[in-house]
Structure formats: C-alpha cells, structure tokens
C-alpha cells in the first residue's frame, strides 16, 4: 500500500537549536495535513498545505511541500520545551483517507 | 469550535469483556468519522471508516466482526471491541470531519481512550 515515510524517528535537541523532520512518500499527495501529539495527548492539527512549493509559516515553525508534491518539511526556529513530542505528516492520495506518516518524536534537552 | 469528545479515557478491564467507547461532536456535526488504534511509539493505523447512516468501511485485516462501529447520528460513532482480549490493549483514537468536507480536510480527533486488557 501507500506509505509516507518520515525521518529521522527520534531526534533530541538542545533547549533553543533548530529542529526539521521529513516527510515522503513514493507518489504524489493531493495535500499534506501536519499533525503534533504530545505525550499522552492526541494528534492536534497544525496545517494544510495544497500547493505545490508552497511554504507557510506559523510563529517558529515553517511548514513547506515539494515542488513534486512528493515530499514536506517542517523546520521548528530555537526549539522550546513546549515542543516536546510527535509530529506526523499526513497525506491524502487523490480522494483516499488520509495516510499517517511514522512520526518523529522530538525531546528537548534543557 | 471543532471540538471531540471521547469515553471513556482510560479502561482497564479483564479478558473476554465487551468495551465501548464513544465519540462525540460537540459544536458540529460529523457525517465522517474514522477509528484509529496506536500502539506504543508508533505511528496512528486506521481502523475503519465510520458514515453516519451506513455501513462502516473497514481495513484490511480490521475483523469487523471483532470491532463494531455504528454512526447512528451526525454527532455520534462508537467502537465496540467484542470479548476483548490482552492484544487488543491500545490507544483507541477517534476523529471527525465536518459534514459536508471530503477526505481531503484537516480531521478533529478525540483525546483518545487507553484499553487494557487483563
């Protein structure tokens, strides 16, 4: 089946460096959805991107989709503790329901 | 807006119980709903697809026998996991779509309900 694959799976930081996690996939997406979930907690929506090349910003994080609308970035600027936890991309191909990627789980080093 | 509930949050039950768990739309309604389980630091696998009105869509290899979905109403699906047993402990993760959205839209997800089964 369809599979977006993210890395790296675990990455740990110090309090204020930057962090990115990359999102894949083998074909192309109609739309890339990234989710965050704390520990314990539940997914918790954080943006679409449609377009392709298309980069969007929210505060210190910075979202973008590929050219090829096969790929996503999300770059986090001076990570904070509040950033602690699993960030999924999700994409839908065509009309499909939509595909979690494998996560990245982020942990940060005060 | 756009806010889920789910229960209950946490479960503990012995082996051979039938567990139900709700999911709710609070501030909308939901023609779509979908059931998620994630195991411990992995990603989230659907389950099926829950329309109000119908029949849920399973996945492949999700018994539909073994979990039970009904959509009753716009604000309403729930998950009956039948003589539940210890390998179907997992976070059980329910989210909703606006009505009248497409697959393509951003889902509003439940906290999610822990089962354990002894």
């Known amino acids: 089946g369809q599979q977006v694959m993210q890395i790296p799976q675990y990455q740990h930081v110090q309090e204020g460096e930057d962090f990115t996690t990359y999102c894949n996939s083998s074909?192309?997406?109609?739309?890339i959805q990234w989710y965050k979930q704390r520990p314990g907690g539940h997914p918790v929506f954080l943006i679409q991107?449609?377009?392709?090349?298309e980069v969007k910003k929210q505060k210190r994080l910075t979202f973008q989709f590929g050219e090829a609308k096969k790929n996503s970035s999300l770059h986090i600027t001076a990570t904070q503790t509040t950033d602690v936890g699993t960030y999924f991309c999700?994409?839908?191909?065509?009309?499909?329901?939509?595909?979690f990627g494998t996560g990245t789980r982020l942990t940060i080093i005060p | 807006g756009a806010v889920v509930s789910q229960h209950p949050s946490w479960v503990i039950c012995k082996s051979g119980t039938s567990v139900k768990i709700e999911c709710r739309s609070l501030?909308?309604?939901?023609?779509?709903m979908f059931w998620y389980r994630q195991f411990p630091k992995q990603s989230l696998m659907l389950m099926a697809t829950?329309?109000?009105?119908?029949?849920?869509?399973?996945e492949q290899g999700v018994e539909k026998d073994k979990f039970l979905i009904n959509h009753a109403s716009l604000t309403l699906s729930t998950l009956t996991v039948t003589s539940a047993h210890p390998e179907d402990s997992s976070f059980y993760i329910c989210?909703?779509?606006?009505?009248?959205?497409?697959?393509?839209?951003?889902?509003?997800f439940g906290d999610g309900t822990r089962l354990s089964i002894l």
């Open positions: 989210s909703a779509l606006l009505a009248g959205t497409d697959l393509n839209q951003p889902q509003h």
């Open positions: 074909t192309t997406l109609s739309n």
């Open positions: 991107l449609v377009k392709s090349g």
């Open positions: 999700a994409g839908n191909f065509g009309n499909e329901k939509l595909t």
């Open positions: 501030d909308f309604q939901a023609t779509t």
């Open positions: 829950s329309n109000e009105g119908s029949k849920a869509t399973y």
